[in-house]
């Protein structure tokens, strides 16, 4: 399975991006995905993640009320709405499809990554 994500993009502060993350195939519409970032000098850290059927979303504290996460599994495609962006949201994003069908806050529970999108705010 390969996801490739895309949608990042250079953004002044309080602006907005939608980043997506397109599944190679249909293994993706069974499992739970995620969104995790890295910011230069710093460890990958969970966003956002939504189960299988969209029911069920988490979000970090630290974007909770500004991103928001979707999918429509008819186009093998999950979306992370960003809103309100801050300088501290700069960061590659990395989608992930995990191996269960619930999304998860723990990287170890993903199974495959895509390449990550760039997104960087400017203040």
């Known amino acids: 399975v390969q996801l490739q994500a895309s949608g990042g993009g250079l953004v002044q502060a309080g602006g907005s991006l939608r980043l997506s993350c397109v599944a190679s195939?249909?293994?993706?519409?069974?499992?739970?995905m995620g969104w995790f970032r890295q910011a230069p000098g710093k460890e990958r850290e969970f966003v956002s993640a939504i189960s299988w059927n969209g029911a069920s979303t988490l979000y970090a504290d630290s974007v909770k009320g500004r991103f928001t996460i979707s999918r429509d599994n008819a186009k093998n495609t999950v979306y992370l709405q960003l809103n309100s962006l801050k300088p501290e949201d700069t960061a590659i994003y990395y989608c992930?499809?995990?191996?269960?069908?619930?999304?998860?806050?723990?990287?170890?529970?993903?199974?495959?990554w895509g390449q990550g999108t760039l997104v960087t705010v400017s203040s």
């Open positions: 992930a499809a995990g191996r269960g069908a619930l999304g998860s806050r723990n990287s170890y529970e993903y199974r495959y």
């Open positions: 195939r249909r293994t993706g519409n069974n499992n739970g």
